[in-house]
């Protein structure tokens, strides 16, 4: 009999019907196994609990109402109830969740779309590769407790991610969920579903599309608004999902048209391309969409999803740039086009008839798009059109301006335009170069403006110097982190050479420009911290050059090694940065995978100093990769912008109960320092970064080799950034062996006018800690993995 | 904090190099002669934290010149000896490149040291210094260290004479550690650094047996010991001798128990089969058993491609590591190849049968001089019966394993002697347990539907989510 999915009926039988869902081979049997495989929604329930005991929510809601249904609006001030019984403390849990869910949503779609497309490509049988690694899936083992084998395995992971987001997004309606703590655990939910999501997605790119894997020493892409040749027709592409762009690099290749017409991306989708075809370039993250297009230098914007300004249509129109919208998430009114020939569409949108298309049939995209640049591009450089102004236009500009501060008061980062506008008048351009840097590109000054200057286009045609200059280097996104790295750094962790492992990700919101990313990321890469990096983040890191000429990608090697600056990839690569935590839980502690979320989260909060800093965060998205962090116990300190998020999970080091941990060799109970003292925090400054991530690597299991030198870098940093010594450094001090080498004698004193007893003869703490080292101790906070509940 | 020096003293600056436009002087390295060493002295010897410069010192140095350079401590203290002289001397690498500004690479007669411009710029103007802040770190460090001084020579002629006695004391010094085995000496030592993140783990280190991720000697522990005998690295007294070829010894099981919290209870230090040493994850080798030649094959982290049994470095270390006793896979580092005593309870090199090239070649000079060429490689064997072939194409010593194993399971009875190299390889069932999948192992299973079977069905609507193949013969 010859077994074949779908369904049949055997002849013979008296109404029988059979239905085969899937066929698996021998050796590529997936056994779901684990305490808690596929968990629903509650299944983590007790894990959340135990972190949200420690880790409190603290919120600051940007609104103190509810309108959410035709009850309200409701007034949720004063500890008022609203019409439906919720209270402000829920219903800001409840904006975490929905941030949360939208945030899953995206990467998860993202990775639907891109599920699809490839089995219908290469089949559900293509294989995974991921490079080399024993755990190649690590997210999707740890939650769904199996190992898939063939991007077909999938199917199911996906299936759960919807199922669970459906799930999750109905208890947000009104009369469902109603206590913060349980929209809390759900967001943690949420969180975990978006880096399952995330790895989906990028492992099915990585297996198809030939991206690469785990390596260390990818090419360079070169990086800025500087860099393409404006004289041939330039095609950018804008977004997330690389599964358009890839065709039209198929057929530029295929035709030899890279030196012809100018490839680059705007946002994720250029990593992606990258990783595709070396021969792509990056523009830059979001914050460089609106500047890009309105320096006219596009000839043909292709858009596809996630990230991509809602008025890139309505700025392309303007100057004759022609959208093609290739994914049905974001479509702006464009008429479908997906079946119609190819040169019908290129001759519409050359003769202006249409604005631009929707094509959903990729092959057709990628034929279109090279013909329509070839076009389009001679026809828009002999028109010369650009939204900046000319010179003498600029100098009207700026003059005409009041001082009335009103850009400023608008301006998501405050800046001082009007005194840029001011030192312009009198021919000094310097000001405004600096603010290029600092914009986030969003345009509200436009709007802001009483008396109608363009400020955008102001700053750009202003800094047409600097971005000239604007080229630098990313190293191409690694994908994972192999085994063999990890295997090989582990010994510099255990050591103390390795203080820590920080992933530089999100988005362009900076605070205070690109700049400060390049800043803290020189600073922590001295200190031999890694660096892991993905997204737009990665992208900013390499827009900088030192003193030589060069970027810090070529500066430090890309291995998974102390003071290497890796840059995983795009934004669903986030998701190999949360699983290399995983790994290591497996490789060095040979704990088990598969279905056993709560007790790798277990080990990494307790044992992997790893941090998160999204400073540039501004997507539910990276609210969503945060979150989903915080539930395996890895700590995110976010920008000021994060405050916008409205929640925080922050750990009280006064409430000493809380930092109970258990003893998992007798169970018994252990006051530990608070390490991590947060999960979800928000810094203002990068000098008040800077510290607090060093502080953020701390952990219960930390051995003294380990302890000292974080400790140092906690030290330095804070005297370094913020002129002192931090306030709680002796908390963290267990022993003389956990203090700063250098310093050891010194901080012995201070101690000591702490009331500390010092054995000045053998060196040697005699009272004061909080508790002795013990490099055998092992911390948990889950009682059932203590030896006496196992018997 | 106030600083009495007038640069930093971080571990921020340990990669900091000194480019020749930035550099004010340079002082030994490859054009020119200098040493470090370390000398154990008596306590009445030595004048604490004095500092002798014989030479000119920097601030009569030219910009951009070069000079020799040696730095000699003297150390004193109750528990300080001359085995732990190796030891603190390595340290002055690690500690001088803390000092903001200054550039140290390289040990012994090797070193070359940078003192970059803004370091004089900011006051750096005598060795005296240097020396005390290195002095001030190795205190810190090691306070079994209760007197220090330093000897600084700059002067070419001093430097030379010195330097011939120095390279006389690294010699004696190598030959010790190269005659000292585990016989030899009545206590390992025990580390549990890496237990911060492999919870059961425990690394025996002896005289023969380097810790598994190679940073950790016996002598290393001897003197981390003596800085904190409670601390992460301990003295394990042998105790008696169980199984002198297999390395075990009771003291060692005894701490085995303690340490991996009743994990497990026995290890031979150099057994393969046996009660294995333990891995934690950082191995740079992993060794793994081929049954179909009975031998042990070797992959290293850097080999990207499959061994002979078709596995990946990666996959057959997924089995090995997290601090357990895993039997037909073991980690090690590269330097166990070094030891004489490398998987002596299995017969040593005679078992070996496979390796990637590059190993091969990093360690030619420890493999038996007869062994090296039938020890096949990548480019000689692709799978396990080119390997087979090969083995015996070469006569390589595990075939003759191969007899005894024919004839033994004709006798059907087993020899019993547990020291018999290979002699329980085959009965241990363990190997093949662990192999991961791909290996064609599993007996082939019949499906629904296969001949024979008769299923007569009415009246049913069957939905199978899915179907599991199990071992169908392709």
Not at chain 1, 36 to 43: A, G, K, L
Not at chain 1, 150 to 154: L, P, R, S, V
Not at chain 1, 764 to 769: A, D, F, L, V, W
């Given at each position: 009999m010859i077994i074949k999915k779908g369904s049949f009926v055997i002849e013979g039988l008296d109404n029988v019907q059979i239905n085969i869902g899937k066929i698996v081979e021998p050796g590529q049997e997936s056994i779901i196994e684990g305490?808690?495989?596929?968990?629903?929604?509650?299944?983590l329930r007790n894990w959340d609990y135990r972190i949200l005991d420690r880790y409190h929510p603290v919120y600051t809601p940007t609104s103190d109402t509810c309108d959410y249904c035709t009850y309200g609006k409701c007034d949720l001030t004063g500890n008022k109830e609203g019409a439906c019984g919720i209270d402000l403390e829920s219903q800001s849990a409840r904006e975490a969740l929905k941030t949360a869910i939208m945030g899953a949503a995206c990467h998860s779609a993202h990775g639907r779309h891109l599920l699809n497309y490839l089995i219908r490509k290469y089949g559900e049988d293509h294989p995974i590769d991921v490079g080399p690694s024993n755990l190649k899936a690590p997210l999707t083992e740890t939650i769904m407790g199996l190992q898939p084998k063939?991007?077909?395995?999938?199917l199911p992971v996906l299936e759960y991610v919807e199922e669970q987001l459906t799930q999750l997004t109905a208890s947000i309606n009104t009369g469902q969920e109603g206590a913060a703590i349980d929209f809390e655990s759900k967001a943690l939910h949420a969180g975990m579903l978006d880096l399952l999501g995330m790895e989906v997605a990028d492992i099915i790119q990585i297996s198809c599309l030939n991206m690469p894997r785990a390596e260390e020493n990818t090419p360079m892409a070169e990086i800025g608004m500087g860099i393409l040749d404006s004289r041939k027709p330039v095609v950018i592409c804008v977004g997330h999902n690389i599964a358009a762009p890839a065709y039209i690099l198929d057929y530029m290749d295929r035709d030899g048209l890279f030196d012809k017409i100018e490839i680059a991306g705007l946002c994720c989708t250029a990593h992606d391309m990258t990783r595709y075809n070396k021969t792509a370039k990056i523009i830059g993250s979001m914050s460089k969409e609106l500047k890009y297009i309105r320096s006219g230098i596009p000839d043909v914007l292709v858009t596809d999803e996630q990230c991509v300004r809602a008025d890139i249509l309505k700025e392309a129109k303007k100057l004759f740039i022609p959208v093609i919208a290739t994914n049905e998430k974001i479509t702006y009114g464009l008429p479908d086009r997906s079946n119609d020939p190819v040169d019908a569409i290129v001759d519409d949108l050359v003769s202006g008839k249409q604005a631009g298309a929707l094509i959903l049939d990729l092959e057709k995209v990628g034929e279109l798009i090279p013909k329509l640049a070839m076009k389009i591009g001679p026809i828009r450089k002999a028109r010369g059109i650009t939204a900046l102004p000319d010179d003498a236009e600029f100098k009207r500009l700026v003059s005409k301006c009041t001082k009335c501060l009103q850009c400023t008061r608008d301006c998501p980062q405050s800046l001082p335009i009007s005194d840029a506008m001011a030192a312009a008048v009198s021919g000094d351009l310097s000001k405004f170069e600096e603010l290029h840097d600092k914009c986030v590109g969003c345009g509200r000054c436009d709007y802001s403006c009483p008396v109608d200057i363009p400020v955008l286009n102001v700053i750009e045609k202003a800094a047409q110097r600097v971005i000239r200059e604007e080229k630098g280097k990313v190293r191409i996104g690694r994908g994972q982190i192999g085994d063999p790295e990890i295997r090989e750094e582990g010994r510099n962790l255990v050591l103390g050479t390795t203080p820590g492992v920080l992933a530089f990700v999100g988005c362009g919101n900076y605070p205070d420009g690109t700049k400060d990313v390049y800043d803290v990321v020189e600073e922590m890469l001295q200190r031999s911290y890694i660096i892991i990096s993905s997204g737009c983040a990665a992208m900013d890191i390499g827009m900088y050059k030192d003193k030589e000429g060069k970027t810090l990608y070529e500066r430090y090697p890309g291995r998974f090694i102390k003071g290497n600056l890796l840059n995983t990839g795009s934004c669903v690569s986030n998701a190999h940065i949360a699983a290399t935590t995983i790994k290591v839980a497996s490789i060095f502690a040979g704990r088990k995978t598969k279905g056993n979320w709560e007790e790798i989260a277990d080990y990494v909060l307790n044992r992997v100093g790893a941090a998160g800093v999204a400073w540039g965060a501004y997507s539910q998205k990276a609210f969503a990769i945060a979150t989903g962090c915080n539930r395996l116990g890895i700590p995110v300190v976010a920008g000021p912008h994060g405050t916008k998020y409205r929640r925080a999970f922050i750990g009280k080091p006064y409430r000493k109960d809380e930092w109970n941990v258990l003893d998992a060799r007798d169970g018994s109970t252990i006051n530990v320092e608070p390490a991590p003292e947060h999960l979800m925090i928000t810094a203002e400054t990068k000098e008040e970064m800077m510290p607090l991530i060093a502080k953020l690597c701390f952990r219960p299991s930390d051995n003294s080799l380990g302890r000292a030198i974080k400790l140092t870098h906690y030290i330095e940093l804070s005297e370094k950034y913020l002129k002192k010594m931090p306030d709680d450094w002796h908390i963290y001090v267990r022993s003389e062996a956990d203090l700063p080498v250098a310093k050891r004698e010194q901080l012995m004193k201070l101690l000591e006018e702490k009331g500390w007893k010092i054995d000045w003869e053998k060196k040697?703490?005699?009272?004061?800690?909080l508790r002795k080292v013990d490099v055998s101790f092992q911390p948990t906070n889950v009682p059932r993995l203590c030896k006496e509940a196992k018997k | 904090m106030a600083n009495e020096f007038p640069f930093e003293i971080s571990p921020m600056f340990e990669g900091e190099r000194v480019r020749k436009d930035d550099m004010f002087v340079e002082l030994a390295g490859p054009k020119s002669r200098g040493f470090e060493l370390v000398k154990a002295a008596g306590l009445d010897e030595i004048e604490d934290g004095r500092f002798t410069l014989i030479g000119p010192d920097i601030s009569q140095m030219q910009e951009g010149s070069r000079h020799p350079y040696a730095m000699i401590y003297r150390i004193a203290g109750k528990l300080v000896e001359p085995d732990l002289e190796a030891i603190v001397e390595r340290r002055n690498h690690d500690f001088q490149n803390y000092i903001q500004g200054y550039m140290h690479l390289n040990q012994r007669y090797d070193v070359w040291v940078r003192i970059n411009k803004d370091a004089i710029k900011k006051g750096l103007k005598s060795f005296e210094q240097i020396a005390k802040a290195t002095m001030m770190l190795f205190k810190n460090e090691l306070p079994f260290i209760e007197k220090i001084e330093a000897i600084y020579v700059t002067e070419p002629e001093e430097v030379e004479k010195q330097r011939a006695e120095a390279i006389k004391i690294y010699e004696a010094r190598d030959a010790r550690t190269r005659g000292l085995h585990d016989e030899d000496v009545d206590v390992f030592y025990g580390c549990t650094l890496c237990q911060s993140f492999a919870p059961t783990n425990v690394c025996v280190v002896t005289p023969d047996r380097i810790s598994l991720c190679g940073a950790i000697n016996w002598f290393d522990g001897r003197a981390a010991a003596k800085v904190d005998p409670e601390g992460p690295q301990f003295a394990i007294p042998k105790g008696e001798i169980i199984d002198e070829k297999g390395g075990e010894y009771s003291g060692v099981n005894e701490k085995a128990v303690a340490l991996s919290g009743g994990e497990y209870s026995r290890i031979k230090i150099h057994s393969f089969f046996e009660y294995p040493h333990t891995s934690c994850g950082c191995f740079e080798v992993v060794g793994f058993y081929v049954p179909e030649v009975d031998g042990i094959g070797w992959v290293d982290r850097d080999f990207s491609g499959n061994a002979p049994n078709g596995l990946a470095f990666s996959t057959m270390a997924g089995q090995t590591g997290g601090g357990k006793q895993i039997i037909g896979f073991l980690g090690v580092g590269v330097n166990y190849f070094r030891s004489p005593k490398f998987i002596q309870a299995d017969g040593g090199w005679n078992r070996v049968v496979w390796m990637p090239k590059n190993l091969r070649e990093k360690i030619k000079a420890d493999i038996p001089q007869e062994l090296v060429d039938k020890l096949p490689t990548e480019e000689d064997v692709s799978d396990l019966k080119s390997l087979k072939d090969y083995l015996e194409k070469k006569q390589h010593p595990v075939t003759k394993l191969w007899k005894k194993e024919e004839a033994s399971a004709e006798a059907e009875s087993s020899d019993g002697d547990a020291s018999q190299a290979g002699a329980p390889a085959w009965s241990v069932p363990a190997p093949a347990m662990n192999l991961p999948a791909g290996m064609p192992m599993m007996p082939p299973m019949q499906l629904g539907g296969g001949e024979g079977v008769k299923i007569v069905l009415k009246n049913a609507k069957i939905t199978i989510d899915r179907i599991v193949l199990k071992g169908k013969e392709k």
């Open positions: 305490p808690t495989p596929r968990p629903e929604i509650i299944s063939t991007i077909g395995d999938f040697k703490i005699t009272e004061g800690p | -």
